[in-house]
């Protein structure tokens, strides 16, 4: 793999603009090597034999060396000092006036040297950043460990305990040995870069916090962070903070918030020293690729500055990582090095060929099926047989749910697939555990193994004649739906380990919190469900048929009188409004929390789809003039809501003054074509939604349940399109913010002006 596409495939997403502009660099490169290769063809005898001497300065620099050794290297560096703003790194070229491509190694040596300011000034915002935070996790650290010493010991008076916490919980000369033994550990396969750095730090200067005792517990309050539908009832009568009650229960839960906090910061700091290496690594690469295209020896020189830079010792970062391992495998893994490493770093998930190869296996088998349906359907005639009616009102809408399941499904791969191509962060941004998250590949894999169960379930259901004796149908083969749903709905709710359940796990909490809104905190995986849901009406309404068939219908016979009945008719309204209405209470729950009263026309936009819900249900049901006319004004309304909405806020596109018209400034895919047909379809399709409420309720040779299907699986087929745009949309802010962590909420609060004296 060349240089330029590993540089790429190792960048934090959400740091890219912050990283170096190699292929920038690279192309003027390219100018470079094209310029010296037309001189080197078209060159002849000079008519005059003079040697001048020019030097392209960035800044106005003058050196203090001779003139002769700066044409020998061929470039000077300097480090200069901008007043607040820091140390500025500057290089000055020193070419011959008669060269040719002179002036674009000047633009060269000058974007590369914008380029790594711009590193060593994010690199430099991020340490500050890193270290105040490491300080407010020693005072937190500090007061568990006193937590943790009151809890198992009650009996330890504040007055008579003086005991002295600090990061570690430990003195000075135990901190140092167990940095020692930590880098003779760590370190064995370690670049030599970080051997260097390392010996740096074996005496490091540890800075003594002063003694925290016990009796500065009473003055701190325990951070209750309303996340439960509990926690949250208990947040509305009182307030958010309350006193230490000493209890195992806080202790556990303490427990548990340090140890996120301790992950997530040490998750930053080896992205930050993957930052500072990976960056370090493409300006040797570029200049090297300079000195060979120039014949020139300006690496040297140039390397030697960047060494001096922030971004070349990062004896900071590699020292923190070193103590919160330390601290992380005394106080949260018992001492045990091996497993406190384990949950320190992310596990990566590896590929599985044996994937691979069944999922091809599977859909192979599923369009067999497919044919030999259709070949079942042709030699039986089955179009032309009395039963089909009774076929497709009883027994379609029975398989056609699993049919929109395994779409959606699909639709999610084909995201999956493009999120990762264009690398958009999906994992972080959904919080999925690292290592644990599906790829396309084992989503197309259950959704094709789905597939093939379905499929052959459906043909060993195509009698469409009963017995003409008893004139009922097989209660095995009629049971075969059923049987299927209860399967499904099992190994969803599976609790041993296998078929993927920590992501089984991970949708039923997701849609758990669905259930209970708008008491749990909005996350962006639970208003991302929210929104998969609004697209699987029908789905819910097969599910209500299921069980109306199934326990007051007639399934033996192929009959039911669900429709006749005024409770399943409520319910048919019911379960169609209720994702919407969820959506409607989490803009509420955000509006509270966030004050952004964006939130208020999204949820009045959701409003606006439940009453054309409503409307489109009593059309369905009443069939009146009134209906139909009602329901295609609210229709309408809910459709230029919804498109708007979709195209501009959640897609941020039609911008006017964006760079790119009509779009926005930042795109992840070139090819700028793909996103305006990506608006005509979602505005195609969401007319096709619409055109279900203007009466339209059986089309020629097309059965009323069939068109019903037709109409929900274009309505999946736009979900998945406006899921790839509405990820990418949030991928751009989170990279626009440079938000590449989550916030992990911290277990104590204390006030800062009475406790300072102490830490």
């Known amino acids: 793999m060349k240089f330029g596409k590993e540089f790429l495939s190792q960048m934090v997403p959400e740091w890219q603009e912050a990283y170096l502009d190699y292929n920038q660099l690279k192309t003027l490169l390219k100018e470079v090597s094209q310029v010296r290769q037309v001189e080197a063809s078209d060159k002849q005898p000079s008519k005059f034999n003079r040697r001048g001497s020019l030097y392209r300065a960035f800044s106005g620099l003058t050196g203090g060396r001779s003139f002769q050794k700066l044409q020998e290297d061929a470039i000077h560096t300097n480090i200069i000092q901008r007043g607040s703003e820091g140390e500025c790194y500057q290089s000055m070229l020193f070419t011959s006036s008669l060269e040719k491509g002179s002036e674009i190694e000047v633009d060269f040596f000058r974007k590369l040297d914008d380029e790594l300011n711009k590193v060593v000034g994010f690199y430099k915002k991020e340490v500050g950043e890193l270290m105040e935070e490491a300080e407010e996790l020693s005072k937190q650290m500090d007061i568990f460990i006193a937590l943790r010493i009151k809890v198992e010991k009650p009996d330890c008076s504040f007055e008579d305990s003086n005991e002295h916490i600090s990061l570690t919980g430990r003195s000075r000369k135990e901190v140092t040995q167990e940095v020692e033994m930590a880098e003779e550990t760590s370190l064995e396969d370690a670049k030599s870069y970080r051997r260097k750095a390392s010996k740096e730090i074996v005496q490091p200067t540890i800075q003594k916090l002063k003694p925290v005792s016990l009796e500065l517990l009473p003055q701190v309050r325990i951070n209750v962070q309303p996340e439960t539908p509990i926690s949250t009832l208990k947040c509305m009568v009182m307030s958010s903070t309350s006193q230490l009650s000493y209890s195992k229960t806080e202790l556990r839960k303490a427990e548990e918030l340090m140890t996120r906090a301790l992950i997530e910061f040490y998750q930053k700091l080896r992205f930050l020293k993957g930052y500072s290496f990976l960056n370090k690594l493409a300006v040797l690469k570029i200049m090297k690729k300079y000195d060979k295209i120039t014949s020139r020896k300006a690496s040297k020189?140039?390397?030697?500055?960047?060494?001096?830079?922030?971004?070349?010792?990062?004896?900071?970062v590699t020292r923190l990582v070193e103590r919160v391992e330390a601290v992380f495998i005394k106080h949260f893994a018992n001492g045990n090095r091996r497993r406190g490493m384990d949950i320190l770093k992310r596990k990566i998930r590896r590929e599985r060929q044996g994937i691979t190869f069944f999922?091809?296996?599977?859909?192979?088998?599923?369009?067999?099926?497919?044919?030999?349906i259709i070949l079942v359907i042709h030699l039986r005639n089955i179009f032309k047989s009395p039963g089909r009616v009774q076929y497709m009102d009883n027994i379609f809408p029975l398989y056609s749910l699993f049919g929109f399941i395994v779409l959606h499904m699909l639709m999610y791969s084909a995201n999956i697939y493009f999120w990762r191509r264009y690398h958009v962060n999906y994992t972080f941004m959904f919080g999925f555990k690292q290592g644990t998250e599906l790829g396309y590949w084992e989503v197309f894999?259950?959704?094709?193994?789905?597939?093939?169960?379905?499929?052959?379930?459906v043909l060993?259901?195509?009698?469409?004649?009963?017995?003409?004796?008893?004139?009922?149908?097989?209660?095995?083969t009629e049971s075969i739906p059923l049987a299927l749903l209860i399967a499904l709905l099992c190994i969803i709710f599976c609790p041993f380990d296998i078929i993927y359940r920590s992501s089984r796990f991970f949708l039923v909490r997701s849609a758990f919190h669905l259930v209970c809104a708008p008491f749990y905190k909005v996350s962006l995986q639970d208003f991302f469900l929210a929104d998969q849901l609004t697209s699987q009406v029908q789905a819910y309404r097969s599910l209500q048929f299921y069980i109306c068939y199934y326990m007051w219908g007639d399934f033996i016979r192929r009959s039911n009188r669900c429709f006749q009945s005024k409770i399943f008719e409520a319910f048919f309204f019911v379960v169609a409004i209720i994702p919407y209405w969820i959506r409607t209470l989490q803009c509420l729950r955000r509006l509270v929390e966030e004050k952004d009263v964006e939130h208020v026309f999204n949820g009045l936009k959701y409003f606006s789809t439940i009453v054309a819900i409503a409307m489109r249900t009593g059309h369905d049901l009443n069939m009146g003039m009134i209906w139909r006319i009602l329901a295609a004004i609210s229709s309408a309304i809910a459709t230029i809501l919804g498109t708007y909405w979709d195209i501009v806020e959640d897609w941020g596109l039609l911008q006017r003054?964006?760079?790119?018209?009509?779009?926005?400034?930042?795109?992840?895919?070139?090819?700028?074509?793909?996103?305006?047909?990506?608006?005509?379809?979602n505005i195609l399709l969401r007319l096709a939604w619409m055109q279900s409420v203007l009466g339209l309720r059986e089309a020629p040779f097309i059965h009323r349940q069939t068109l019903i299907a037709i109409v929900a699986v274009l309505e999946i087929i736009r979900r998945g399109i406006w899921n790839f745009f509405r990820m990418e949309n949030e991928h751009l802010?989170?990279?626009?913010?440079?938000?590449?962590?989550?916030?992990?909420?911290?277990?104590f609060e204390y006030d800062k002006n009475e406790m300072r004296t102490r830490f």
């Open 301 to 316: 020189a140039y390397l030697e500055m960047v060494e001096k830079s922030p971004l070349g010792s990062t004896v900071e």
């Open 359 to 372: 999922s091809g296996f599977l859909f192979g088998c599923s369009i067999a099926l497919v044919v030999a």
């Open 445 to 457: 894999f259950l959704s094709s193994g789905l597939a093939v169960i379905t499929l052959a379930c």
């Open 460 to 476: 060993s259901n195509l009698d469409m004649e009963a017995d003409p004796r008893t004139r009922t149908f097989a209660a095995i």
């Open 657 to 681: 003054n964006s760079k790119n018209p009509w779009l926005r400034d930042k795109l992840l895919i070139s090819n700028k074509s793909v996103y305006f047909v990506a608006i005509v379809l």
């Open 733 to 747: 802010n989170n990279v626009g913010k440079f938000r590449a962590f989550n916030s992990v909420p911290l277990p």
